[in-house]
């Protein structure tokens, strides 16, 4: 309960994409220098975090933003030191030991390569994606996480190496569990019902300064993930303006033809990608107040094409006489309303006169739906008249995005740092069966999405061995996608009380057998914001040869979310309708469009799907010890405890099994017991609470050599 105090009026865990540097001062004879002072200079900015050694020379300095360095050492009676510039990456640890000469602190001995860069302090493993490999690699997407896959132990699910969310295996975890944090602050949300991990926001590859992929070994700060952590920083200004500007084109006629394509004789599938964007980043006050901005626009076209098989001219007149199988045999089609007992006693149907449906037997409603089926642009197969369409079009998907990080030195043991981003994302597709006709199918309709991201934090070096870190940190995003165009259910000649009772006004869909359905086709709407609330904090404490970290982590996921099945309803219609017999139906009876023009459905779906609105929450708290024993080893030990509170919805409208509740059917001999109920205010969640994830976290160090390290855990 210690622990959960502390943790919460820290306001709860700082994810660690900064550095630190610790070591010991010493002087030529080995012998430790106790107060002396230590100051990490940033190079790019000018500014300064400071410290003292303590009577075992040993210090540490931490929560410094990835970037260039100089670290110097002063003591009374000591010439000055300094390392030289030496680079700290994201989530680095690294070791300056600083060995003092006797002289006047005016005097400055430089010693150039002293900052080890084999990690001799922590357990964990992993790989850092340097901004040089972030720019200058092949990067067709141009997408940071596409170079996840740098990193040893990461393959592709499936055998799919390309994609570029959290769908990676990494060291053979589950797919698709990974977390991954910008700027110590999550940009995952959980997809609900299924436990994966969906990525939300993307920075842009030139706002990267660069990122870590952690595989293994997390301290006890790092919870919340199946798989690795992506730790990824964005660039900041510095005291030199520095900017940017850039285009990339990617044209159909650059590319080379697929070899098939070639030995087929067909043309390169046309594709165009336009993206233009630029930053910039200075000093709004030289030594204090710096910024950094990215815009990115981007614009794509590339075809779509479809074929299918609609009704021929004839079949559209109910003429059903030229209508063959595969093996040339006329499809005999049988009246459903006129029927007779054979001889055996069983039912039959007679066949319509000269294979054709009369105009007075079509279906009012099948009528009117008949004329949005598209016509007929191509010959088809030569005997079915299959695939008698094809049409294509231009797919267009313009989108940009947007950065905007400050950073503020209040004085050197204060900092303030945030930023902003934005990403909006259209799709326009086209529509293949003409412009503002509301019975297109094929599961595409025009879309919008967009994309915040946004990260407050604040740090503080309260005293040289106390540390204190807090952030805040909101992910949302947005996605809508909508059928071609809008549509009056009773303008078909169905009821008012199914346009009344439709959550959306589109088309209905009709599915003949053996022809291509019209209609929106089912769960293509969607209607979903969501997104995570993240709150963090900890307090970092040196004492002795302990560097002590205690913190926590509380997370508020939403989702509102609507994807309706069918709303404006879907009817199929089989063939077996108008074949002979009702319980068999022979490779040259039946069609599904004569039963669609007689009206006799074999299947319907109404839906009625309101939009939910779920909500769940996240608590995480630890302690992490990385105890120096020696100047060679160093032992992590770390707690963790977490729990989740079960999502919930906010209006109560979550169902479950009360497996112990008596049912009202009881019968003799046999138990009965099991009732469906919904949530209320006292049990807001169906699903139980999860409260034993205690995990003891252990690993150790070793330097061998100073480029030479052993680790575990």
Known sequence: MCLLALAAAAIVAAQSFTAGIRGTVTDQSGAAVPNAKIVATSVERNTSTSTASDSAGRYA??????????????????????????????QQQATVDAKLEVGEVSTTVEVTGSAALVNT??????????????????????????????????????????????????????????????????????????????????????????????TNFFSSEYGQTGGAVVNMVTKSGTNDFHG?????????????????????????????????????????????????????????????????????DLQRQGDFSQTLNTAGQLMVIYNPFDTFTNAAGNLERRPFPG???????????????????????????????TNNWFQEGINRGPGYQTNLKGDHYLTE???????????????????????????HTFNRGPSLSTAHSLVADYTRT??????????????????WRNPMAPFDLTSLGLPQYMKEQATFKVFPTFAPEGYTDIGTEGWLIMDRQEGVHHFSGSMTKFVGGHNIKIGGEHRRN???????????GQFSFGRGVTCKDRFSCPGNEGNGLAAMLVGWTTGNQFHIDPKVFTRSAYWGFYIQDDWKLTRKLTVNLGFRYDFDVP??????????????AQSPVRVQGFDTRGVIKFVDDKKRSPFDSDLNNWQPRVGFAYAVTPKLAVRGG
């Not at 300095?61 to 994201?90: C, D, W």
């Not at 204060?414 to 412009?435: H, I, T, V």
Request: aromatic share 12%; hydrophobic share 30%; net charge positive.
């Open 647 to 660: 999502r919930w919805e906010t209006q109560n409208r979550q169902s479950y099994w009360d497996l112990n």
């Open 244 to 312: 940017t500007g850039y285009y990339f084109l990617r044209h159909s006629d650059l590319n080379a033809n697929n070899w098939f394509s070639n030995r087929a004789n067909r043309a390169r599938p046309y594709y165009r990608r336009d993206q233009i964007g630029g930053v910039i980043g200075g000093p709004i006050i030289k030594n204090r107040t710096f910024f950094f901005g990215t815009y990115e626009n981007t614009k794509s076209k590339n075809p779509v094409s479809e074929s299918a098989t609609f009704p021929t």
């Open 413 to 439: 043991n204060n900092r303030l740092s945030g930023r902003y981003g934005y990403g909006r994302g259209k799709g326009d597709p086209p529509n293949l069966f003409g412009e503002g006709n509301p019975a």
């Open 558 to 568: 939403f989702l509102d979310y609507a994807q309706p099945g069918y709303p404006s």
């Open 61 to 90: 300095l931490t929560a410094l933003p990835p970037g260039n360095y100089v670290l110097t050492v002063e003591a009374q009676g000591f010439k000055r030191f300094s390392s030289g510039q030496f680079t700290l990456v994201v």
């Open 121 to 214: 302090t922590i357990a964990n493993l992993g790989q850092v994606i340097e901004n040089r490999y972030i720019i200058s690699l092949p990067n067709i997407g141009r997408d940071p996480m596409s170079l996840t896959y740098l990193t040893p132990g990461v393959v592709g699910s499936g055998g799919r190496p390309g994609d570029t969310n959290t769908n990676f295996v990494a060291n053979g975890s589950r797919n698709s569990t990974s977390d991954v944090l910008l700027d110590g602050v999550t940009v995952v949300t959980v997809e609900q019902n299924s436990g994966i991990t969906d990525l939300k926001y993307k920075p842009s590859v030139d706002a990267v300064q660069e990122f870590k992929m952690q």
């Open 355 to 385: 294979n054709r449906v009369p105009r007075a037997s079509f279906d009012p409603v099948a009528a009117k739906a008949l004329e949005f089926f598209p016509r007929g642009n191509q010959p088809g197969h030569p005997v079915t008249g």
């Open 462 to 479: 309260h005293t040289a061995t106390t540390l204190f870190t807090f952030r805040y940190g909101l992910t949302y995003s947005t996605y």
